[in-house]
T-cell receptor, first 113, second 110 residues
């Protein structure tokens, strides 16, 4: 089944404790992206990647890191989480970005205390 | 100014009604446009792409007005199952970035 998976789905952590949210797609898509969704603000793009070893900042990259060592995986890293990073996070992929449909993972709910 | 703006609603309509949503975008270089549907904080799913000539998929019609920089979504004969939040999305291809509106909530009542 073609899909985007994220882990964990739910996470409660404390300020400053490094964490990684994994994202994997099995559709051989070149484009992958991370978003956060907050009430009243909609989805905002954090980082995106056009292909392996090619990543770029979205609109809200501060406090986040990503890597794209393999085509199928695009982990999101919070080196030192803070309460303002409490949010719902979505990973998405598409064949080549741009004009094409994005397929979203199920989301990761993160609470930073 | 936000890149994409939508009326948050909610739009409360009876079954069978026709409802229309508009979405405005600020960057005239935007080239690709989409409507996504999102159920109750689940992942967004593509409803339809929006083409310059307008397009229709069953009860759903999407239109693009480049001169006024807005896109619209028309839902005819609303069903209870249409209740969701509808997200407007635009793409800036030169930057490979996507901008989402904050969504319009639709409640279809029996």
């Amino acid at each position: 089944e073609a899909q985007v998976t994220q882990n964990p789905r739910y996470l409660i952590t404390v300020t400053g404790k490094k964490l990684t949210v994994t994202c994997s797609q099995n559709m051989n898509h070149e484009y992958m992206s991370w978003y956060r969704q907050d009430p009243g603000l909609g989805l905002r793009q954090i980082y995106y990647s056009m292909n392996v070893e090619v990543t770029d900042k979205g609109d809200v990259p501060e406090g986040y890191k990503v890597s794209r060592k393999e085509k199928r995986n695009f982990p999101l890293i919070l080196e030192s989480p803070s309460p303002n990073q409490t949010s719902l996070y979505f990973c998405a992929s598409s064949p080549q970005g741009r004009e094409e449909t994005q397929y979203f993972g199920p989301g990761t709910r993160l609470l930073v205390l | 100014r936000k890149e994409v703006e939508q009326d948050p609603g909610p739009f409360n309509v009876p079954e069978g009604a026709t409802v229309a949503f508009n979405c405005t975008y600020s960057n005239s270089a935007s080239q690709s446009f989409f409507w996504y549907r999102q159920d109750c904080r689940k992942e967004p799913k593509l409803l339809m792409s929006v083409y310059s000539s307008g397009n229709e998929d069953g009860r759903f019609t999407a239109q693009l007005n480049r001169a006024s920089q807005y896109i619209s979504l028309l839902i005819r004969d609303s069903k209870l199952s249409d209740s969701a939040t509808y997200l407007c999305v635009v793409n800036l291809p030169n930057f490979n970035k996507f901008y989402f509106g904050s969504g319009t909530k639709l409640n279809v009542k029996p």
